[in-house]
């Protein structure tokens, strides 16, 4: 909600100092088009060595039981878009 917020105020100063210099002013909103979508360029993934471990040490048949969690950082990008027209006076 945030994001969208921000994208929205964006759009509206925009049209505000497009149409202040046409000496203008923004009645209203006509149409507000809005989307998001997000972008990862490194994903975190989580794994767990049991697999692993077992691979490992098949000459005792299973390895030991072990829960160990892998967590690698990652980050996600969310964009916002905003299309909006206005009446204008």
């Known amino acids: 909600d945030e994001l969208i917020g921000l994208a929205s105020k964006n759009a509206y100063n925009q049209a505000t100092s497009a149409v202040k210099s046409a000496n203008g002013t923004i009645l209203s909103i006509r149409q507000m088009d809005i989307s998001c979508d997000g972008n990862s360029t490194t994903t975190p993934r989580y794994t767990s060595n049991k697999l692993g471990a077992a691979a490992m040490d098949m000459t005792a048949g299973y390895a030991e039981e072990k829960s160990v969690t892998v967590?690698?950082?990652?980050?996600?990008?969310?964009?916002?878009?905003v299309n909006a027209s206005f009446y204008v006076k």
């Open 71 to 81: 967590i690698e950082q990652g980050y996600l990008r969310v964009n916002a878009y």
